[in-house]
């Protein structure tokens, strides 16, 4: 078995109190094979991840993880980009001077929004088209390696104004799917909903996944989203379930932004 979690927080993110340190030795405990960690970051100064990022204690924490557990667990360095498409020039100034594995891209905000305040007087269809309306724009724009947790909106959503109806929503997130693979733009899946009672369900769901499969998506990442020590590499042996019932005979992890499968039947 060859568990990975491409997807966790530190306190190198706004909104986690995870030491890198005990997050490693945890995924060593739990037997996890490969992490990478994915800090928030946004050029941004409207968006509430602007200002905490400090790449130069970040590339210390993976340097000294890399030297402290390099025998037992292989470490990643990645970084989740808010609304990459948007500030295009300034992101690529921020980035230019670290060498990423990995790069995720992400839609919290429209508009400069919060998703919950997005919300905010918005009926169901509404609401959701206007979501995937910019997420096609991300991945026609963004320079990303993967997609991250695709419906998103739908936690803050479904206790409001439910869940989207994939009928309904399906031509604007074929668009987007097509977007992607054009691009060779990746999908996750994104575990964190499984933990949420109000969710209860992974971003994206498993119908995506297939849609995504059907459409020529080869590229798929597993991760736990996790802000906190205890749950790296949560629902792991679930994502890789759901990607075989969708039609995936590989999951994968990247090496300096280049993909790399590793056969399902191996983990």
């Known amino acids: 078995m060859y568990w990975i979690d491409y997807h966790h927080h530190t306190n190198n993110s706004f909104d986690s109190k995870a030491v890198m340190d005990e ?48 025998d037992k667990l292989n470490i990643k360095m990645g970084i989740e980009l808010c609304e990459p498409h948007l500030m295009k020039d300034e992101y690529k100034e921020a980035l230019n001077v670290v060498e990423f594995d990995f790069i995720l891209g992400s839609i919290h905000n429209i508009k400069e929004e919060k998703l919950r305040h997005y919300l905010f007087d918005k009926e169901n269809h509404t609401a959701y088209l206007g979501y995937f309306e910019e997420v096609l724009k991300l991945v026609t724009y963004a320079d990303i390696d993967v997609l991250a947790h695709f419906d998103l909106l739908k936690r803050y959503a479904i206790a409001k104004i439910g869940n989207y109806k994939l009928k309904d929503m399906e031509e604007i997130i074929r668009h987007v799917l097509h977007r ?39 590229i798929l990442t597993i991760g736990s989203d996790s802000h906190r020590v205890e749950t790296v590499g949560n629902y792991f042996n679930e994502a890789v379930k759901m990607a075989k019932e969708a039609g995936f005979s590989y999951i994968y992890t990247f090496d300096k932004r280049k993909p790399e499968p590793i056969r399902i039947e191996d983990i």
């Open 180 to 218: 992607a693979v054009e691009r060779g733009i990746g999908l996750e899946i994104n575990t964190s909903g499984l933990a949420s009672q109000t969710v209860g369900e992974t971003f994206p769901r498993i119908e995506l996944l297939k849609l995504y499969k059907q459409i020529g998506g080869e």
């Open 23 to 70: 997050v490693c030795a945890k995924a060593v405990e739990k037997g996890i094979d490969e992490i990478c960690f994915t800090e928030h970051f946004s050029v941004n100064p409207k968006a509430p991840t602007y200002g905490h990022m400090d790449f130069k204690k970040y590339i210390s924490d993976i340097q000294h993880a890399k030297s402290k557990w390099q």
